[in-house]
């Protein structure tokens, strides 16, 4: 077992953890956040996609032991005094979700590219995000949430 | 009173007759286009519980002690265990259950296809009960497998009887023909990929089972999991609150629910059993590949004189024969139609419905083959379907509720009409074309459903049902047709759903039939209610029922007095209006069905195979629309995954060994975002006057239908080569690029 010490949206965490323990793992069945949703087990879907130290990863793909000492934001830590974060909004009111399985991941794979680039052009966003992926196949309204969040974000990011 | 009745019930075109119990009044449909809630676009009503991560699925249920399984899979296509010592696994750490073929009905000894479930292991943590699984002694006796369907198919070795359909006399049709075509079309095995996998929670309590589960019909999974363990059916409860797709695979429990169930009651613990990605792609169903050898003749004037299908269907070790044939048997007024069809039993895992299933792989068939026809005739392929239009189902002989596909057609006309532009923008090797195709489905749901309304003292209604939503949307066109009969706001409707003992019985969300399977059980319990609210306030202001009305949250009256819902309803306090409401019958005598057609643009690089769709417009003709957006939403999905199933999606097997060589999402590619065209989504929204209070069909499984042949017909517009097998790969491709150069040099050389 291993102690880390891992900030999970803004909260230090510490915890004893396998050393083959990954990250996702330790959010959902540590932490209990269980809107990081598991699709596929093999760095694919990307339906567990958190920022970590402020950009996109898989945490299917990451030890908990490598985030040690480091930030991690989930869904849960996206709204502020249960305001919706403008993405959320966003994802809600362009419908760019379905079962919603995908929805935690995309957001935060959104945010992180809006991050790097806050004037993305369609095929940008849609290069971005291809190691996201919706079975539902709501993509067509995924991009037009993700335009109209970067629209907003816009002054605040300015 | 009560009214008894027996009524026909379809799912997914399988007819049976039952009786159901239907309420005396009936409702008028509203008229035709918007109303004030219904048919205008609403975004999920669920949609912020999902966007903040706080939606439930049964994949994040978690329970005080619970246990996590591990199930040993056969690795091989078919084969016999010899040998299964599970003391080792009982000893290793964590584990405190396991679970043999003597034990559960649904593992075997005799494993027919790799993944069918052996044995189970429950322990502490997930990662235990796979180290095991790796001490189990199990010793295999390899039988060789069987793979090829025709072989199956010579054999006799068969799931199910051979389905043979005829009307008129298709040999003297063909006869009869000045153009016939033949051609053969294959098409792939297509796996769900539910980004959910199958999954449950069971826990036992006080003789109880509650069973959390990623299902599309909780009442079934009740009823069966009641019969298996031999208890009463209301001493199993099943929740499924949030669901991560479905796709047409979790209709029924599944092995992981039985053994999650018995190892919960072995061990007295909750236990979780959830198939991970590889095993979902083992063992939780498919689309089964299909060859469809077809002939089609016509006159040369485009008449259809006959239609001819064999059709052998690779089903797997078990599964049902879905109806292949129905497109060739129903979209056409041709009198002269012969189909077979041979459901092929192999050592392949079983088949599962997958959004439409037969009549995506039928339609592929049959629309090309319609083109080609056309082709030979030289004549406009939308003409040649109209001069085939059918007026009524000849299947049966029944008149269609309402059909309105002539219509889809002529709002089909600008897209098609793009093709000279289209093919004009061709440049360097990429050929570009256009292509359409018809649709015809089931989708009018059937009784029975129920719903209850109440109504606080803060006039706010709560809509309550046993159904599942299983990520359609569901429940926000619920809340709509609720709102919308008790003049209430959108935000004044709550909706519970997805838990058995919290509401009443509601059908199956499968064949297209959730919104008109429950949606008219909805607006009967809404009415129930706003009747009692307009004869509260009839006795409370002194005036007659019939001048009053509910409208943006008030009881107005015809003279223009107004009340504020909660002036009529807070009288009561506490106590509420309680409304319940039944789904009724569908029209007797009628055939009710969706119709459509997609016309598709596509981009072929002649040099390398590589394939563009550049654009799809869907024109969809499903009856009244109650959620714009949430329908445009389905027909842009639909259409997605018809893209994958047209162009990427294949489940690959060792011609060997028939071991799967693509069970994780990196070696079965789905569609990603940076793969869609552009969609253009026209819903008609003309109620069908016959079908319900409502006059809403299903729309889940139409998009998908017609878009693989659409984009092969578009494909040989570009390049004049014929594709007839599915995926579209480069290789296929290019193939059919060769074959259409040989046609041309053999022309050529024979002109010379």
Known sequence: ?158 | MARLIRTEKEVEGKYTEQWIVVEEDSLDQWPEGPQTTVGRPAARVTGPARARGEAEYTADVQLPGMLHTAVLRSPHGHARVTRLELGPALEAPGVRGVLTPEECEHLTSEPGYPGEPVAAVAADTFAQAEAALARIDVDWEIVEPRLDPDDAVRREELIGEPQRYERGDADRGLAEADVVVEAEYRTQTVLHNALETHQSVCVWEGGRLTVYTSTQFIWGVRAEVAEHFGIPEDRVRVVCRYMGGGFGAKTTPGEYTYIAAQLARKTGRPVRCALTRREENLASGNRHATIQRLVAGAREDGTLTALGGEFTMAVGWDGFQSSTAGPMQMLYACDNVRTVEYGAKLNTGPNAAFRAPGFVEGTFGLECLLDELAAKLGLDPLELRRRNYADSDLVDDRPFSSKNLLECYRRAEPHWGRRDEVRARSEGPWRRGVGLASQIWYGAGGPPSYAWVRVGSDGRAHVITGGQDIGTGTTTALAQIAAEELGLPLDRVEISIGDSDRGPYASISAGSSTTPSLGPAVRAAAADVARQIVEVAAQRHDLEERVLSLRDGNVVSADGGSWGLEEITGLFDDAQIIGKGSRGPNPTGMRVLTFGVQVAEVAVDVETGEIRVERIAAIHDIGRVINPLGASSQVEGGIIQGLGHTLSEQRLLDPESGAVLTQTLDAYKLPTIADVPEIVTELLDIPDPHLTNLGAKGLGEPPIIPTAAAIANAIRDATGADVRSLPITREEMLRALEEARERERAVAGSAG
């Open chain 1, 1 to 158: 077992m291993r102690r880390v010490a891992i900030t999970v949206n803004g909260t230090r965490r510490e915890a004893e953890v396998e050393p083959r323990e990954l990250l996702v793992y330790f959010l959902r069945e540590h932490l209990g956040l269980t809107g990081t949703n598991v699709g596929c087990d093999t760095t694919t879907c990307g339906a567990c996609t958190v920022l970590l130290d402020g950009k996109s990863v898989k945490a299917c793909t990451l030890l908990a032991v490598q985030a040690d000492e480091r930030e991690v934001t989930t869904i849960e830590g996206l709204a502020t005094n249960g305001e919706f974060h403008p993405l959320q909004r966003a994802f809600h009111e362009h419908h760019g979700l379905q079962c919603g399985y995908c929805t935690p991941g995309m957001i935060m794979a959104a945010l992180s590219l809006l991050k790097e680039n806050d004037e993305l052009t369609e095929d940008e966003i849609r290069a971005g995000l291809e190691g996201n992926m919706c079975r539902c196949t709501g993509y067509q309204n995924i991009v037009k949430a993700i335009q109209s969040a970067a629209g907003e974000m816009l002054p605040a990011g300015a």
